[in-house]
């Protein structure tokens, strides 16, 4: 009796025409697809353990559901299960975190706190929730640390720093959301020496209510603000602790990586060039344009955008959706000089995302490995 796979020969023997379909079937799918694979699909674990894995995510206003009259039942915990799925797969040491609600420092702290709880108790490891000081009826940033690999020297946020200011006339601004910046000392694997890194978690102004922004620019010119004094004062800070120090900054910029205030962000402008009579200005696109030819050498890289500009698909690589648009708003900054602690041995950087939209928050986490 033949089989299903049989119309000729030995019971259960596939035939040679089916066997080359399925051959050639299998070099279609390594010649296609495999190339598909960019730094949105690459494993979440290595095959030795990192030094350090930094994390940054968006929290998506964690903890709003606690002042609502109207809890929604289940809601929080159902957040925070998303959350600490992303972070328990991305294997983060330090997450850099955005969208902490807290009128004050120690509610903050508290609802920060349930997440780290949560964290410690699934990852085996104590995690310790920072957050902005001082009192504030706005979201926050913090960090969460996994106290057994990283130690934390110093802590400070920039409630205080003017920003620097566009014109000589007017008040200089503030952050409106206060960056938190942590200095730590991360032990080395084997005979590596320990490292000292100032890392810092921003979150800049968004677009939202544009139509407030009397330069019509959807509030870039503050965000290109906000840039300027992140990377400079973080850098200055790291310099004051000597060359093996690294400034890295994590957060969510609100703006693309070829926009005016990514441009200033990873230092290939700098502000005073879009002062009057200086050069630049920004269009409407919110990108730069100079009159004239400016170096293209920028200070500090963002991994994911320098992943796709180094060959990863774009389509592939992003870390928010709007109205359908994928975009490069989150990502990890450190600077060209140190580019060599986060590439793989085929020189690859390794970092990438994790989660999907709205399973704990509209954006994705972003996460990189750094090793030396």
Same mark, same amino acid.
Request: glycine letters at 8%.
């Given at each position: ?21 399925? @051959? ?46 109207? !809890? ?7 957040? #925070? ?34 997440? @780290? ?20 009826? #706005? ?49 080395? !694997? ?69 926009? @005016? ?19 630049? #200005? ?6 730069? @344009? ?83």
């Amino acid at each position: 009796m033949s089989s299903g796979w049989c119309k000729r020969g030995v019971a259960g023997e596939i035939p040679r025409k089916k066997l080359r379909r399925f @051959a050639f079937a299998l070099i279609l799918f390594c010649c296609f697809f495999v190339p598909l694979v960019s730094a949105q699909d690459q494993p979440l674990t290595s095959p030795h353990e990192p030094e350090l894995r930094l994390c940054s995510q968006n929290l998506f206003n964690y903890g709003a559901e606690e002042r609502k009259k109207k !809890r929604k039942k289940g809601a929080r915990e159902k957040q #925070r299960d998303f959350l600490v799925a992303r972070f328990l797969a991305a294997d983060c040491d330090v997450i850099a975190v955005q969208e902490v609600i807290g009128e004050t420092e120690r509610e903050a702290k508290t609802i920060l706190g349930s997440l @780290a709880d949560s964290l410690s108790a699934r990852s085996e490891r104590k995690f310790v929730p920072y957050v902005t000081s001082g009192r504030s009826d #706005r979201i926050r940033n913090g960090f969460l640390i996994a106290e057994s690999k990283v130690r934390v020297l110093e802590v400070e946020a920039l409630r205080y720093e003017h920003l620097p200011k566009m014109s000589l006339l007017g008040p200089g601004e503030r952050f409106d959301r206060p960056p938190l910046i942590l200095t730590l000392q991360v032990p080395g !694997r084997g005979s590596a020496e320990p490292r000292t890194f100032v890392v810092a978690s921003f979150h800049f102004k968004s677009k939202a209510k544009s139509f407030q922004d009397p330069a019509r620019l959807s509030f870039e010119l503050v965000r290109m603000q906000m840039a300027e004094k992140i990377r400079e004062y973080v850098s200055a800070k790291a310099a004051t602790l000597g060359s093996g120090a690294t400034p890295i900054l994590l957060g969510d910029t609100n703006s693309e990586p070829g926009s @005016a205030a990514g441009a200033i962000l990873t230092g290939r402008l700098r502000l005073s060039q879009f002062t009057e009579q200086s050069g630049c #200005r920004v269009t409407e696109l919110l990108e730069p @344009a100079c009159n004239e030819q400016v170096p293209a050498e920028a200070s500090f890289a963002g991994l994911l955008a320098t992943s796709v500009r180094e060959g990863e698909n774009r389509e592939r690589v992003h870390t928010y959706r709007y109205r359908g648009t994928s975009s490069i708003i989150d990502d990890i900054f450190i600077p060209t000089t140190a580019l060599s602690l986060v590439r793989g041995p085929a020189k690859r950087i390794v970092a990438g995302t994790n989660g999907e939209y709205f399973k704990g928050s509209d954006h994705l986490l972003v996460w990189a490995e750094v090793n030396w």
